[in-house]
């Protein structure tokens, strides 16, 4: 395959993912806030089809076409960059599994209580605090892997 079409394929794939992560943290974020609970169980209903559309395909794209480009340009396999790269790639994945189930329980969760005209129960912010602060880690190794994919340091 070519370098630059393939190069392209990855830097789309890694837009499109952290924009949907972005994007999906911050509209759920601030929703929960609200206390609106048919936006709630919406907003949760509409993150997790977005999380199966998108950051799913891209998870899988971002390793695959980035070890081809590594394989094809040459670098070698233990650059420390790229070896920073995928470590942080892997935290980001390791935070992501959980945040993905914690999502899907959620919107069970909101639509259950949506559907019997109910409060959100405690287990529902619970699960929402382990949700955003496993956000943290996996936003800032996503921040950190593109920063290492763009300037490439000399570590």
Known sequence: MDYLLLKSIHVLSAVLLF???LGSAFYKYFTDRTEVLPAIAETNRLVVIA???????????????????????????????LIAAYALFIVA?????????????????SR??????TSLPTQYHRLQRFWFWLG????????????????????
């Not at 190794?141 to 994919?149: C, H, K, N, R």
Request: aromatic fraction near 12%.
């Open 19 to 21: 924009g949907t992560a």
């Open 51 to 81: 999380d199966w559309l998108f950051t799913t395909p891209t998870v899988i794209i971002q390793p695959l076409s980035g070890f081809l480009l590594v394989y094809i340009a040459g670098w070698p396999w233990d650059t420390p960059w």
């Open 93 to 109: 994945g390791a935070c992501w599994l959980p945040v993905v189930w914690l999502q899907i329980r959620m919107r069970d969760i």
């Open 112 to 117: 259950e209580a949506l559907l019997s005209n």
């Open 136 to 155: 943290v880690p996996a936003f800032t190794g996503m921040v950190g892997t593109i920063l290492l994919m763009v300037i490439k340091p000399a570590l």
